[in-house]
């Protein structure tokens, strides 16, 4: 059965949304809308310009007309009387086909100063013409001005002009640019035709690269979803064709998803070691505990009537409480160590810490072989007490694991800037497993005596000085411990 997840399809159903309101819809509305003002200002432009050039070729042809006819002396009696001149009978003397034609090309009349048509040589006015004159109105003001004017004739456009005569007639002059409009017409449906064509393109196009750029988008949220599901391992993956800024982005939060996973194991780890650390030191505080709160009541019960058994048992309270003692001041230490604390820097031998070290072995076991490789001095710039700790650790160690006829070397020397320090046993050695947790606090190889604090200790104080402590073992081949510091610490004598 498929279980539904909180954080997995609320992220991946709005980021996939194909909605107005996506990221792909909005980009691809935005270049749409971009596009279609692009076309509608470029076609505004060319219509504009278009019919800006074919009404000034119109307009040109109407002004040189009406240029010629005012720069003659013509009176409307000898425009009768010239009747037979091509001007008067193509122009002004309409052909009698031209009375079915409801939009001619060009119309041409004769109006009084009242404004009405007046026909020439006997022949009757169209329809066109009667239009004409209704149309231009007041005809004088049309021969005083500059340029054409539009008129609307009979339903079709026109640009019209006028002349006066010498005997106060006026002829009107009117060019039709109805080719003009239906040329734009179709220019016009023409643009939007092929806008939209472009527009349904472009949006097909931007909707698939914005699909193809937007992949690694969706990659980062399916890796989120996954994360937050508890596959802390997830990565995002790198496309084949990124961009510099999605590649950024990825590297980025590939680097932060590392950081959450190595932040998480971390947090765990310590959780777990401080919980195994809490039940282990219960379990070391209670068995002290346990015997002195025994022998008490022993004694409280008056059970302990010979003198003898009494001093035992004042013994064993002394020791346990001696043995608590000790873990106290162990954990003690460790806490300050895990609080980073402040060192007493100070020039030390350490050389000297090392023979001090080897002779108290030697006091304490007479009977095992030690061998020294200090000799001379060596300062390093540490914490005296820390160094004496570490070392008095090391050899309390060897003295609880090995038996007292193994060998014991102590080695100090100075390579490559570093100090090291070894402690080297022939004793009975660790196994793989109890190696790798021979620094866990509590841990004790085989259940082995001591608090099992020793190493731990060892290894907080070198950390604290920025140095580092390793081991080397196996079974039947000792024990080697090798504690080195750093060469800023570390000052030749």
Not at 37 to 43: E, R
Not at 115 to 128: C, F, K, N, Q, S
Not at 175 to 204: I, N, Y
Request: aromatic share 4%.
């Amino acid at each position: 059965m498929k279980v539904f997840h909180p954080f997995r399809h609320p992220l991946r159903h709005s980021f996939c949304n194909r909605g107005l309101h996506s990221l792909r819809a909005k980009l691809t509305l935005a270049n749409v809308a971009l596009l279609a003002l692009g076309i509608v200002a470029t076609t505004a432009v060319s219509l504009m310009g278009m019919r800006y050039y074919l009404l000034d070729q119109v307009d040109t042809e109407l002004i040189k007309m009406r240029d010629s006819l005012g720069s003659s002396e013509l009176t409307i009696r000898k425009v009768d009387s010239l009747g037979a001149l091509s001007f008067v009978k193509d122009k002004l003397v309409p052909e009698a086909t031209d009375k079915d034609r409801s939009a001619p090309d060009s119309i041409y009349t004769a109006v009084d100063d009242r404004g009405r048509a007046v026909g020439i040589l006997d022949v009757p006015l169209t329809e066109a013409q009667i239009g004409l004159a209704r149309a231009a109105g007041d005809a004088p003001a049309l021969a005083q001005d500059t340029g054409p004017h539009d008129v609307t004739v009979n339903g079709a456009s026109y640009r019209v002009t006028a002349v006066r005569l010498s005997d106060g007639t006026y002829i009107l002059m009117a060019a039709s640019t109805e080719a003009l409009h239906m040329g734009m017409s179709k220019a016009l449906r023409l643009d939007f035709a092929v806008g939209g064509l472009l527009l349904v393109l472009l949006a097909c196009l931007t909707m698939m690269s914005v699909s193809r750029r937007m992949r690694p988008l969706e990659d980062m949220v399916e890796t989120s979803s996954a994360i937050a599901e508890g596959d802390l391992t997830r990565r995002v993956p790198s496309s084949h064709h990124p961009t510099q800024e999605v590649e950024q982005l990825r590297l980025a939060l590939n680097s932060m998803l590392h950081q959450v996973e190595s932040a998480y194991r971390t947090r765990e780890r310590s959780a777990a070691q401080l919980r195994r650390f809490v039940g282990d030191a219960s379990h070391e505080l209670r068995t002290p505990l346990s015997a002195i709160r025994g022998y008490l009541q022993l004694y409280d019960k008056g059970m302990l009537s010979d003198p003898a058994e009494r001093r035992r048992a004042w013994d064993r309270v002394l020791a346990e409480t001696d043995r608590m003692g000790r873990l106290v001041d162990e954990l003690l230490t460790l806490a300050r160590l895990d609080q980073e604390p402040q060192l007493l820097l100070r020039n030390v031998d350490l050389s000297r810490l090392v023979r001090d070290a080897a002779e108290d072995l030697r006091v304490q076991q007479p009977e095992r072989p030690i061998s020294v490789g200090a000799d001379g001095a060596l300062l390093v710039r540490a914490d005296e007490s820390g160094l004496r700790k570490v070392l008095g650790n090391l050899m309390g160690n060897v003295r609880t694991h090995t038996p007292e006829d193994v060998p014991v070397r102590l080695g100090l020397e100075r390579e490559d800037g570093v100090v090291r320090l070894c402690v080297e046993d022939k004793g009975p050695g660790l196994c793989e497993e109890d190696a790798a947790r021979v620094f866990d606090r509590f841990f004790r190889a085989g259940g082995g005596a001591g608090s099992g604090l020793g190493l731990a200790i060892v290894q907080g104080v070198v950390l604290a000085h920025g140095g580092e402590v390793a081991v080397r073992t196996a079974p039947g081949e000792g024990l080697t411990v090798t504690v080195t510091l750093p060469a800023r610490t570390a000052l030749e004598a």
